[in-house]
């Protein structure tokens, strides 16, 4: 495998724009006798290539004779085209396959900002180049001793990998990126909390409607009992623990029945837009809706889908009933997208009908969340116990976790 070089992406200011006074710039607990922090940098750190950005008017003459760099030559950011110009430079340079230093010490203006937003840039699209120190001196906060203290910020850069992280899983279930930050904190002891995320990704991801009550409490009860531990010695996590808790709420609210949770959870899909999996989600709601009315305590897909294929599509006992409730046409329209989506097709060939989809399936959710809590469907539809008298489950729940944790 090959070493990355080391590159160092430093400042140089105009006259009058920063004091450029001998200090020791203290490194790692090193001092480091010179009058620009880049030398003291470049003595303590040796990169392999340095590059120096500053305007025309930057003090380039000040700059030792012997010193090795590339020039970088910037507009002055006085206004929204400059500073657009400073961010293409920036993203410009050559930095793949390296480990970067930046040193903002002697930016000025809005420049330090800029540097930030090239730094996220360089994250998110080179995933070669790493950040290994972004490093500021502090020149007007030096002792008596003419020591200027200098701060190393690449730890807050991972704030913005936080952030993302969370966001991938609070608003599409999508948590790998967020185990693998945990995963990788000091200390350790963490793992459970991120198994539990990897768990919660697998079962929204694949619908496991029936596994997710378990294991959000789980997930829950693995914050509650870090609570102290991440105060203490985790703010990157502490920062997002309100929103995992926020995302856990809403995917598992307190219900009396499945099928409110189930429904509940079709509207965090459609909220997010997951709407393939929204349609799946509104499509078992129905059928969980009936099997509770009824009282068939029903786990097995085979069953289910006997609900699906007789009593919802009005070919059993009761036929009328389903249609007086309303519910015949509500569950046609939704079988009929959901097919549609199962089989990789749209209902029509037009781009349009994309658009048009997503707007009938948010359509047939909010339809379904109306009938649903109207009292009158339920005691409409409560008419079918007569011909489905309440039956022993063939699995429970129970049986279904214990079958998945031995795939």
């Known amino acids: 495998m090959t070493q990355q070089k080391k590159i160092l992406v430093a400042m140089i200011g105009a006259p009058g724009k920063g004091s450029y006074d001998s200090t020791h710039y203290m490194i790692e607990g090193h001092p480091i006798e010179t009058t620009f922090s880049f030398l003291a940098i470049t003595s ?83 995933p070669t180049v790493v950040f290994k120190n972004i490093v500021y001196g502090m020149h007007d906060a ?60 697998i079962m929204l991801q694949m619908i496991y409607l029936d596994l997710l009550p378990g294991e959000t409490k789980n997930f829950e009860k693995q914050l509650q009992k870090l609570t102290d531990f991440i105060d203490d010695h985790i703010l990157p996590l502490k920062l997002i623990e309100s929103h995992l808790q926020k995302m856990l709420k809403t995917i598992n609210q307190p219900c009396s029945a499945d099928w409110e949770r189930q429904l509940s959870i079709a509207e965090w899909y459609y909220h997010n837009r997951q709407y393939a999996h929204t349609i799946i989600t509104l499509r078992e709601t129905i059928i969980t809706y009936i099997d509770e009315i009824l009282h068939q305590r029903i786990a097995s897909y085979e069953d289910r889908d006997t609900i699906g294929k007789t009593i919802l599509k009005g070919k059993g006992p009761g036929k009328g009933i389903i249609r007086q409730s ?41 339809r379904s969340k109306n009938l649903l809590n109207d009292k009158n469907t339920r005691e409409t539809l409560a008419k079918l116990q007569k011909d489905f008298p309440p039956q022993p489950p063939k699995y429970t729940v129970d049986d279904l976790v214990k079958k998945h944790n031995t795939r």
């Open 142 to 201: 030096r002792n008596d001793q003419n020591q200027t203290p200098t701060v190393d910020l690449v730890d807050f850069i991972k704030i913005i990998d936080w952030l993302y992280a969370a966001k991938l899983f609070t608003d599409f279930g999508l948590g790998s990126v967020l185990s693998r930050q945990i995963k990788s904190l000091d200390p350790k002891g963490l793992d459970n909390l991120a198994s539990s995320i990897d768990r919660l990704t």
């Open 44 to 126: 303590h750190y040796k990169p392999d290539e340095i590059y120096l950005v500053g305007t025309k008017n930057s003090i380039w003459n000040k700059i030792p004779d012997d010193f090795t760099y590339t020039r970088v030559l910037i507009e002055n950011g006085i206004n929204e085209k400059e500073h657009w110009s400073i961010f293409k430079v920036l993203t410009s340079l050559a930095l793949d396959n390296s480990q970067v230093i930046f040193d903002l010490t002697h930016g000025f203006r809005s420049l330090p900002f800029i540097c930030l937003l090239s730094i996220i840039y360089y994250r998110a699209i080179h």
């Open 326 to 366: 309303g519910l015949l046409h509500l569950w046609n329209e939704i079988v009929r997208i959901r097919n549609y989506v199962g089989h990789a097709q749209s209902t029509d060939e037009s781009m349009d009908a994309s658009v048009t989809d997503i707007q009938t399936i948010g359509d047939l959710l909010n």
